[in-house]
């Protein structure tokens, strides 16, 4: 993909300087650009347990975990191009150091995204701006890149999203916030309680009960690592589990508009 190198581009990316919290009770920590770079996240005060960081970049970025924050993070997942660069130095390969042990860390190649935008990309490989509303030169629109993250990690909500162009230098301290807090459109997680299930925990059946317009819906399994082992299905009132080893694990269930999950234990 030809690179965008513009006056323009610098000016409009340094507009986007002030900071936000998407939301100060979230779990979802997300960085975007397209050079790559090394990106140092500071966890840079006390966060809640069950942390996530998603990261997609053009170019390989080495990401780094740190800060008194750093133990609760639980998972890192990388979806990007992860080109050869060389605008931001000799990164090769993405890679990510730092994390607690127990972490789970991910490096998915261009995976399809989960939310189809007709101004960004059918695959994940990058975002440069807050823009969802125009083409982005082949990159993704920050909203792709939210939904894409936010249905890798089942149950999560978002803390912050810092969205740049050039390198990432320095060091981003998670508390100081982000600069882009635009959920999907279409795809809003709602707190309502469109279905329930039961037994819970269960042992070999997970009964559903959808309320309204959840019941022509659709669902999908998710590991407590937010690893999908069951892909998207008519949702009907029972749905077998008993091939599924014993632990944690979230159902998600879709109209196609609204994204509801719930949280399960197999025994």
């Known amino acids: ?14 507009s986007f300087a002030f900071a936000q919290i998407c939301s100060p009770v979230a779990n979802l920590i997300l960085f975007s650009n397209y050079d790559g770079g090394t990106l140092n996240i500071n966890l840079n005060a006390p966060m809640g347990p069950g942390i996530k960081i998603g990261v997609c970049t053009y ?21 990007g191009y992860n080109g050869t660069g060389t605008s931001c130095g000799p990164v090769i390969n993405t890679n990510i150091t730092g994390t607690p042990v127990g972490c789970v860390n991910t490096i998915t190649f261009a995976p399809t995204v989960t939310f189809l935008n007709p101004n960004g990309n059918a695959n994940m490989i ?5 823009d969802n509303a125009t083409y982005q030169g082949g990159c993704n629109t920050v909203d ?22 050039g390198c990432w230098t320095g060091t981003h301290n998670v508390a100081s916030g ?46 407590i690592d937010g690893k999908l082992v069951k892909g998207k299905t008519t949702l009907s009132e029972t749905i077998d589990i ?7 694990y979230f159902i998600e269930v879709s109209d196609g508009t609204y994204i509801s999950r ?6």
Do not use: W
Not at 262 to 267: A, G, L, S, T
């Open 1 to 14: 993909m030809k690179k965008i190198y513009s006056s323009f581009i610098a000016l409009l990316f340094s």
């Open 59 to 79: 170019e390989g970025v080495n990401i780094v975990v740190g800060g008194i924050g750093a133990s609760s993070v639980t998972a890192v997942a990388y979806a």
């Open 126 to 130: 990058c975002a440069y701006s807050c």
């Open 144 to 165: 792709q890149v939210e939904a894409y993250f936010l249905n890798f990690f089942p149950g999560s909500t978002l803390y912050m999203h810092k969205v740049q162009y």
């Open 178 to 223: 982000g600069n882009c807090c635009p959920i999907a459109t279409g795809v809003t997680t709602i707190d309502i309680e469109p279905f329930m299930i039961y037994p819970n925990p269960a042992e070999n059946t997970l009964n559903v009960a959808a309320l309204n317009n959840f019941v022509n819906s659709s669902f999908q399994l998710f590991s």
């Open 242 to 248: 008993s091939a599924l080893e014993a632990g944690i």
């Open 262 to 267: 719930k949280r399960f234990v197999k025994n």
